[in-house]
């Protein structure tokens, strides 16, 4: 019967295996770009970007080519990927509620990207693309576990920005960003100005998982005596 053939050719293992292929290149596609992004402090970096990739394969590959069965019925003529495209807005809508806004940075792009993909992980498995499907949890679980631990430096960090006010500043503002240097090499001066009564003004970025000043100001403030204040 006119059909048969055809879903055995799609889902035969060489051809999974080129699909798996276009994982990868996609993931390699999605890298490239949020690295230059993510080196220029954007807020979607690498991940981010190798996830949006990966889930968009994913859905192009599911939505071309897990409905071919159905032409085995002669004369049934349905549009079996309608319910396929609105599990992918829909997923979209949940995506969006993850994203907020915290301190001047926004969070929880990687994890909206993450609920995006894993919805596509669960397409391929409800229609039956198993190999696909088991091919992209593993990407998934080695992009997050990965460049979240192993390669954050190469990955980068999104930073925050603070604005510390220094009494006394020509005598101690040295001693107080070479200390914070010592936590954070690639912490950057913003903006800088001295008042007129010697107080210094000192915009600062840095990394929150090296210097948790937003965790913890107050402690932050009494281990350096001459910080007035410090405002995130």
């Known amino acids: 019967m006119f059909g048969q053939n055809l879903v055995q050719d799609i889902f035969g293992l060489p051809f999974q295996v080129e699909l798996v292929v276009r994982l990868i290149l996609a993931c390699f596609a999605g890298a490239v770009i949020g690295y230059e992004r993510k080196k220029r402090e954007k807020v979607a970096g690498m991940r981010t970007h190798i996830i949006a990739a990966l889930a968009s394969a994913i859905f192009s590959i ?34 969006a509620g993850m994203i907020v806004l915290k301190n001047k940075n926004i969070k929880g792009l990687t994890t909206s990207a993450g609920i995006w993909a894993v919805s596509a992980l669960g397409m391929c498995f409800g229609n039956g693309m198993y190999v696909i499907a088991l091919a992209g949890t593993l990407i998934m679980v080695f992009i997050q576990y990965t460049l979240h631990n192993s390669f954050d ?77 410090c405002n995130l």
């Not at 939505?63 to 992918?88: E, H, L, P, T």
């Not at 913003?190 to 948790?212: C, M, Q, T, W």
Request: glycine residues 8%.
């Open 153 to 229: 430096n190469f990955e980068g960090r999104q930073s925050m920005e603070c604005e510390i006010v220094i009494e006394d500043g020509e005598k101690h503002i040295d001693e107080l960003l070479g200390v914070l240097r010592e936590k954070d090499h690639s912490l950057r001066i913003i903006a800088l100005s001295k008042e007129s009564n010697g107080v210094f003004k000192v915009r600062i970025g840095y990394h929150p998982d090296l210097i948790e000043i937003d965790k913890d100001v107050w402690s932050f403030m009494k281990g350096y005596p001459y910080v007035i204040s």
């Open 62 to 95: 599911c939505s071309k080519y897990s409905y071919f069965d159905v032409v085995i019925y002669q004369g049934v003529q349905v549009d079996a990927s309608r319910i396929a495209a609105n599990i992918v807005t829909g997923i979209c809508f949940l995506g």
